[in-house]
C-alpha cells in the first residue's frame, strides 16, 4: 500500500523542485506522469513496484494527484518550530540585499533562503518587547531545516515578500533610474549606434553592480563600514537616500 | 491475397509482417491522393514499377474491395514467443495487463517514430535472458528483430494499447 499525497500542503520543497524540473524537462505527457508519481511516492522510477503496476491502477492514483494541476493555495504561518516570522518592516538592508541576491540568482532554489532569512528565533526582554536574534548565523545551515517544508508554507511566504518588495520599491521608485530599453534599435547608425550600445553596456554593469555601487556611496567609499550599513533598518536606509535624492546630495 | 496482372498482391494483414503493415498504416494514413496512397502501397507490397503502370482502374478497385474487408483478428494475447534462439515474454498471469511503466516508455519511444508497431512490441515483449528490458538499444534491438513478425497475431496487442491509451488520456483531459 503506497502512500500518495492528497494535496499541495504534502508537497515538501524538495519534491516539489524535482517535481518542477520533470515538468520543465520533457513534453512526453506519461513519461512526465509516471517520474512525477515517483518522485511522488519517494521511490525511483526503477523501483519495482512500477514494474508492476498496471495503467489501470496507475490511473486511479493520478486521478487522487490532479491537485497538481492546481494553483498552490496560500497560507502563510508566522511561526515554524521555535522560529516567527518577522516583520518584513523590520528588516535591516544587508538582509534585504542578500534576499534580493539570492532571488536573482535562483528564484526557485533560494526560496528556503527566503524562509532561512524571514524566520528567525526570538525571545522577550525584561520590558516584554519582541527580539529577533542577529543575522550573525549560517543561512545556509538554517535554509536545511526548511527543506521539508510544504510547498504551501514556503509559496505563501515568497508571495508574502513579493507583494511587500514590490509596494516597498513602488514606493522609492524615484531612487531606481529606468532600466535602459536592453533591445537595440536597428535603424539607429554611426556614433548614435555606438552611443546606444555604450549606453546598454553601461546600464548592464550598473544593474549587475547595482547594491555594491550603492553601498559604496552610503559608506563614503568606506569599506570598513560596510557591516553598520547593512545592520541598519532598510526603510531608514531608503529613507536616508530619498532625502538625499530630494536635496540633491550625492 | 489477390492476384492482378500476373503478381500476387497481399490483402490480408495476416499476410503481412509487422513492417508491412507498418508501412501500409502510414500511407493510409498519410495525406496523399487516393491513386497516390495505393500505387505506393502496390510498391510496399513488392509490386515492380511494370506491375504497377500495367494496373487498370478495376484492379485499383478490385484491389480496394479485398483489402477493406475486415479482418477477423486474433482475440488471444500471444503470452511470449521464440525468436532466434531467444525467448520473449508479455506476461505471465491469466491475462495481460498493460504496465505503467511500459506505457510511458511506448509514449516516449513511440510517439514520432515511423516504426512505432514494431517498438511497441519490443517494450511489450521482454527478453527472459535480459535484465535491462527500457535501453534505448535493448528496444531498438527487438524492434528490428520483431519487424518480421506476422501482423496479424501480434496487432491485437497494439490495438488494445492504442485504445487503453486513447481512453486514458481522455479520462486524464477530462
Keep these: 500500500m503506497v502512500n500518495i499525497p492528497k494535496s499541495w500542503f504534502e508537497i515538501s520543497f524538495d519534491q516539489y523542485l524535482e517535481l518542477f524540473e520533470i515538468e520543465q524537462s520533457t513534453d512526453i505527457e506519461f513519461n512526465k506522469t509516471f517520474e512525477q508519481l515517483a518522485v511522488l511516492l ?28 492546481s494553483p498552490i493555495p496560500k497560507k502563510l504561518e508566522k511561526n515554524f518550530n521555535e522560529y516567527k516570522l518577522i516583520d518584513f518592516n523590520d528588516l535591516t538592508f544587508g538582509e534585504f540585499i542578500d534576499i534580493e541576491n539570492f532571488l536573482a540568482a535562483d528564484p526557485n532554489q533560494n526560496k528556503i533562503l527566503l524562509c532561512a532569512i524571514l524566520y528567525k528565533k526570538w525571545k522577550t526582554d525584561e520590558w516584554g518587547n519582541f527580539i529577533t536574534e542577529p543575522y550573525i548565523y549560517d543561512i545556509q545551515e538554517r535554509a536545511k531545516l526548511f527543506q521539508d517544508c510544504s510547498i504551501v508554507f514556503i509559496e505563501s511566504l515568497f508571495e508574502s515578500w513579493i507583494n511587500f518588495k514590490n509596494n516597498f520599491m513602488k514606493n522609492y521608485e524615484q531612487l531606481f533610474e529606468k532600466d535602459v530599453d536592453e533591445k537595440f534599435d536597428d535603424e539607429v547608425t554611426g556614433a548614435d549606434a555606438k552611443e546606444q550600445k555604450q549606453m546598454i553596456i553601461e546600464d548592464k554593469k550598473r544593474r549587475k553592480w547595482g547594491w555594491e555601487n550603492l553601498i559604496w556611496n552610503l559608506s563614503s567609499n568606506d569599506i570598513t563600514k560596510f557591516e553598520q550599513i547593512f545592520s541598519q533598518k532598510l526603510i531608514l536606509v531608503f529613507n536616508i537616500l530619498s532625502m538625499r535624492k530630494s536635496l540633491g546630495v550625492d | 491475397m489477390i492476384e492482378l496482372k500476373g503478381f500476387k498482391f497481399k490483402t490480408n494483414i495476416n499476410e503481412m509482417t509487422i513492417a508491412e503493415w507498418q508501412l501500409i498504416s502510414n500511407i493510409v494514413y498519410s495525406e496523399d491522393d487516393f491513386i497516390e496512397k495505393y500505387i505506393r502501397i502496390f510498391q510496399v507490397l513488392g509490386a515492380s514499377e511494370d506491375i504497377i503502370d500495367e494496373l487498370e482502374e478495376s484492379d485499383l478497385l478490385a484491389f480496394v474491395d479485398e483489402f477493406s474487408k475486415n479482418t477477423q483478428l486474433s482475440i488471444e494475447k500471444k503470452r511470449g514467443f521464440e525468436l532466434d534462439g531467444r525467448t520473449y515474454v508479455a506476461y505471465e498471469g491469466d491475462e495481460y495487463v498493460l504496465k505503467l511503466k511500459d506505457l510511458s516508455y511506448i509514449e516516449k519511444f513511440c510517439k514520432k517514430e515511423k516504426n512505432f508497431f514494431s517498438l511497441m512490441l519490443a517494450i511489450v515483449f521482454k527478453d527472459t535472458d535480459v535484465h535491462n528490458h527500457y535501453e534505448e538499444w535493448e528496444i531498438n534491438r527487438k524492434a528490428e528483430l520483431f519487424n518480421n513478425l506476422n501482423a496479424g497475431e501480434y496487432l491485437n496487442y497494439i490495438t488494445f494499447i492504442t485504445e487503453k491509451l486513447t481512453k486514458k488520456i481522455e479520462n486524464l483531459n477530462g
Design chain 1, 42 to 69: 519517494d521511490i525511483s522510477s526503477d523501483d519495482p513496484y512500477f514494474d508492476e503496476l498496471s495503467v489501470d491502477d496507475a490511473f486511479k492514483i493520478f486521478n487522487e494527484i490532479r491537485f497538481l494541476k
